[in-house]
């Protein structure tokens, strides 16, 4: 059976350090892969999306970037955090564009 | 762009009680439409969805929503609460074709008293 595997789970960074979130599939092969963010009193909101190897769609414009340097495994990064990347990120994966998508644990990002 | 409102942030409710969780989207065009969960520490669940045919869909843990066109509306259901459904619940929706570029709602978090 397929899995999704996000981690950290909780994350406190100081402010202009640094950020590297991992997400990895299993039991699937060419996912297609997202990240969402949650921020405090807002709702999901869909900051990337990758259909294969090396190809990355962002959403919407921000401190962060994204990678997927293998076929399951995405990365969300960030050269210097801001306080504005404190928040809830949650990694999905799912079969093709109409099927159901499965989401990680989410890591809480705690920029301080 | 899409949007989607969730008017209550809490709602608490007696268990055994009948719950209901607003929704409302704001789109071009009919979207495919969700409902998630999210457990205390845990990633999302889907309950349900709607992408065409019957506008009652039937879900898991016995929830259901009915998808209103005239109002824009995807409200949630369960006609008799357990204490195990406490978490908060998410609305979202997808365009047509890309189901999986959710649109979520601010959530709704659901308390169940004994």
């Known amino acids: 059976s397929q899995t999704i595997h996000q981690w950290p789970a909780t994350l406190v960074q100081p402010v202009g350090s640094p950020l590297s979130l991992e997400c990895t599939v299993e039991g699937t092969s060419n996912p297609n892969l997202y990240w969402y963010r949650q921020a405090a009193g807002r709702g999901l909101q869909l900051l990337f999306y990758s259909v294969g190897i090396g190809q990355i769609s962002s959403e919407v414009p921000q401190n962060l970037s994204a990678s997927r340097p293998q076929d399951r495994q995405f990365i969300l990064s960030s050269k210097k955090l801001l306080l504005s990347d404190s928040g809830f990120y949650l990694c999905a994966w799912a079969g093709g564009l109409n099927t159901e998508a499965f989401f990680g644990q989410g890591t809480r990002l705690t920029v301080v | 762009a899409q949007s989607v409102t969730q008017p209550d942030i809490h709602i608490t409710v007696s268990e055994g009680a009948s719950l209901e969780l607003r929704c409302n989207y704001s789109?071009?065009?009919?979207?495919?439409l969700f409902w998630y969960v999210q457990s205390p520490g845990q990633g999302l669940q889907l309950l349900l969805k709607?992408?065409?045919?019957?506008?009652l869909v039937q879900g898991i843990k016995g929830f259901e929503a009915e998808f209103k066109r005239s109002q824009s509306s995807f409200n949630l259901r369960k006609p008799s609460v357990h204490w195990s459904d406490a978490a908060e619940y998410f609305c979202?929706?997808?365009?047509?074709?890309?189901?999986?570029?959710?649109?979520f709602g601010g959530g709704t978090r659901l308390m169940v008293k004994p």
């Open positions: 979202a929706v997808a365009p047509v074709h890309a189901g999986n570029m959710l649109t």
């Open positions: 709607y992408f065409s045919g019957d506008t």
């Open positions: 789109y071009g065009a009919t979207p495919y």
